[in-house]
Nanobody
Framework: QVQLVESGGGPVQAGGSLRVSCLAS????????MAWFRRTPGKEREFVAG????????NYADSVKRRFTITRENDKNTVYLQMSSLKPEDTAVYYC????????????????WGQGTQVTVSN
C-alpha cells in the first residue's frame, strides 16, 4: 500500500511560480510511474503531467506544456511539479497519483492517490 502526501500549494499571483511536492511511502517508489492531476469545481479530474519510473520520459497536457515541469527523485521518494507562468485557470486542487504499470493519462489507471493540495492563482 502506497501513501502519497502532497505539499506546497497555496496562493500565487498570475505570472508567478510555485512548486508542489508529493512524498511517497509504503512501497517501492521507483516501481511506480507518477503523475499529477488537477480538479476544479464542476469538472472532472484531468491529467496534468506524468513521469516514468526512472524519470527518463515525461508527458504533459497541452494546456501546461512549456510552463510546467515534472521531476522525481527516487532516492527521496518524491515527485515534484514546478509550475511557472501561472494563470487563473490553473487554479485547482492538485493530486499526485501512482501507477504500477505504465505512464498513462487516464486517471482510472492509477492505483494510489494523495489527498490533494490547493493552488489558487489570482490576477
Amino acid at each position: 500500500q502506497v501513501q502519497l502526501v502532497e505539499s506546497g500549494g497555496g496562493p500565487v499571483q498570475a505570472g508567478g511560480s510555485l512548486r508542489v511536492s508529493c512524498l511517497a511511502s509504503g512501497g517501492t517508489f521507483s516501481r511506480y510511474a507518477m503523475a499529477w492531476f488537477r480538479r476544479t469545481p464542476g469538472k472532472e479530474r484531468e491529467f496534468v503531467a506524468g513521469v516514468t519510473t526512472t524519470g527518463g520520459s515525461t508527458n504533459y497536457a497541452d494546456s501546461v506544456k512549456r510552463r510546467f515541469t515534472i521531476t522525481r527523485e527516487n532516492d527521496k521518494n518524491t515527485v515534484y511539479l514546478q509550475m511557472s507562468s501561472l494563470k487563473p485557470e490553473d487554479t485547482a486542487v492538485y493530486y499526485c497519483a501512482a501507477n504500477r504499470l505504465l505512464l498513462t493519462t487516464n486517471k482510472s489507471d492509477y492505483n494510489y492517490w494523495g489527498q490533494g493540495t490547493q493552488v489558487t492563482v489570482s490576477n
